[in-house]
Structures are given as structure tokens and as C-alpha cells.
């Protein structure tokens, strides 16, 4: 019983010191900055400070933000960051940009679900050209935040940060999969997960043999293309089904694999009197040779 008083008292005291964080960046609507830009919406609002009317910014050291807002009674925050950016925001339309961030994203996730996306410009940008070109770093896929820029048709760049709210469908480890193991519906399942940040593009589907295990992949990971390579279709030293296809006439006999093989790989294998033929792999055990 004292045990848990105690905890209940250790968790009340965490609350009542629970502090809100403030961010480096701040984005405004006017020259007039407010608490409700920090917080919210507070219960009573006030205002901080003006942005000079020549100027689309103001930088504030985070030591002084923090007292000036102790000097209204209000000591609950705290900030990770040294200085404190307000930016007023660009009164541009950025629908366009947005539209490329989210063709730039289905291109490679099919199963992408797209809930916002979020961008501002580096700076204040009083308007945008009626052309201009977006362009996103090659692998900005494998994050959902990052830096982009639009080129207009005098090659100036203009630079914005960009999030995405998003989710994709994952394949994740069911348990321990061993290097060259196959995957399957036995050590995989598809998972519907928020977009991160991966080392590689995350695998969204599986097909019947289709992949196997490049190494070790631990228990519920997520598995990326840097984690498989395509399914030895075909292993050294076993019996194979040979289709030998000379114009219409097809004979089938069985061979040796002399290599192992994924599909549409070229690989030697030997018949029953020693013959060595190159053949192409089509499926599980199953190897074409094409005469002309």
C-alpha cells in the first residue's frame, strides 16, 4: 500500500513539473509575437515582441525568452536550443510544391498514405514565379522531413523544410530470419507503420518465391532492400526438370545444377551422360534451354 501511495506521489510531482518545450523555429502570421505562438493557446495571451517592420524575422537568445516569460509569471518551459528563430510566414501558395513532394513519394511507395504535408520556406519569401522547377534530393524517400529547393527559369534557388504525415505498409521480421533463408508468410507479416527514417527503402510486399535473407535479420525488424536479394530459385547439386524448346518441338528431360541460380539467371547444368548445357532459370527447380 505505502508502495503505491509513493508511486502516486513520485507521478503527481512529474506532472506538476512537466514543462513545455519550446522549438528553435517559429513560424508567425503577423509582425506581433504572442505567447499563444509558444504555447498555443493559453489562458490569458500576451504579446512578446514585434519583428521591425523591415525585417521578416527575429532571433532571441533562448536564456532571454525564458526570462522575459518568467517576468509574466510563467516559468513551465524550457528549450533545448541556444537561440529562439521567429519567421513570419511567406504568403505564398505552396499547393504546387506540395503536389511534387507527393508524386516524388508514390513513386516509390505503392502503398502510401498520405494523412499532410507540411513545408516552409528558409526565410521569407514574398512570392514564388508563375514556373519554377521542385527538386528533392534522390533519397529524400527514405525520411519523412528534409530540405528541398524550387529553381526558377533564372536559376535562383529558393529552399524550403518539408514533413510528411504519412504511413506505409512494412514487411517485419517475425522472428529471427537466418542469412539466406527464404522469407515467407511463416517469418514475415505486412505491418501498416508511420513513415521514418530508413537505411534503405522498406520491402511493402512479398511474393511466393521472390526473396531470401542477404544476413541475419533480428526479430520484428523492419526489412529493406538492403537486408534481401532476390531467391536462389535454383541450388547446386540438385535434380532439375530441363525444358529444351527447338522451334515448336519441346523435349523435357532431367539435369544436374552445376550453379545456384535466381530466376532468369544463366547457369550451368549436366545430364545424365555428362553433357554440359547453359540454361536459363524460370522457376523452383525448372531450367529452359532456347536452341535455334
Same mark, same amino acid.
Do not use: C
Given at each position: ?13 512529474? &506532472?506538476?513539473? %512537466? ?38 524575422? *527575429? ?5 532571454? &525568452? ?44 505503392? $502503398? ?5 504535408? #507540411? ?77 521514418? #527514417? ?6 511493402? $510486399? ?6 531470401? %535473407?542477404?544476413?541475419? =535479420? ?14 536462389? &530459385? ?5 535434380? *532439375? ?8 518441338? $519441346? =523435349? ?5 545444377? &552445376? ?34
Amino acid at each position: 500500500m505505502l508502495n503505491k501511495i509513493l508511486f502516486l506521489l513520485w507521478l503527481t510531482l512529474g &506532472l506538476l513539473e %512537466a514543462k513545455t518545450l519550446i522549438p528553435e523555429l517559429i513560424y508567425v502570421e503577423s509582425d506581433s509575437i504572442y505567447l499563444s505562438h509558444i504555447q498555443g493557446d493559453p489562458k490569458k495571451d500576451i504579446h512578446l515582441y514585434t519583428i521591425e517592420p523591415s525585417r521578416y524575422s *527575429l532571433r532571441i537568445k533562448a536564456e532571454d &525568452l525564458l526570462e522575459d516569460l518568467k517576468k509574466h509569471g510563467l516559468k513551465d518551459f524550457e528549450t533545448n536550443s541556444r537561440y529562439i528563430n521567429f519567421v513570419k510566414k511567406s504568403p505564398i501558395d505552396t499547393d504546387p510544391i506540395k503536389k511534387a513532394i507527393e508524386e516524388f513519394y508514390k513513386k516509390h511507395y505503392k $502503398s502510401i498514405e498520405i494523412q499532410e504535408i #507540411r513545408i516552409h520556406p528558409r526565410g521569407f519569401v514574398e512570392g514564388l514565379p508563375s514556373e519554377y522547377k521542385v527538386e528533392l534530393h534522390p533519397r529524400s524517400y527514405l525520411t519523412n522531413n528534409g530540405v528541398l529547393h524550387v529553381e526558377t527559369l533564372d536559376r535562383k534557388k529558393i529552399f524550403f523544410d518539408f514533413t510528411l504525415i504519412a504511413t506505409i505498409d512494412t514487411l517485419l521480421s517475425k522472428k529471427r530470419i537466418d542469412r539466406n533463408e527464404e522469407l515467407s508468410a511463416f517469418n514475415t507479416k505486412i505491418q501498416k507503420r508511420p513513415l521514418d #527514417r530508413y537505411r534503405a527503402l522498406p520491402i511493402e $510486399s512479398l511474393r511466393q518465391h521472390s526473396l531470401q %535473407a542477404k544476413q541475419v =535479420i533480428p526479430e520484428n525488424e523492419v526489412i529493406t532492400t538492403r537486408d534481401v536479394e532476390g531467391l536462389d &530459385l535454383i541450388v547446386r547439386g540438385t535434380k *532439375l526438370n530441363v525444358t529444351l524448346q527447338n522451334g515448336a518441338m $519441346s =523435349i523435357i528431360f532431367a539435369a544436374e545444377a &552445376l550453379q545456384n541460380g535466381k530466376r532468369n539467371d544463366i547457369i550451368s547444368i549436366q545430364n545424365s551422360k555428362g553433357k554440359i548445357f547453359r540454361a536459363r532459370v524460370v522457376d523452383k527447380n525448372r531450367v529452359e534451354i532456347q536452341e535455334r
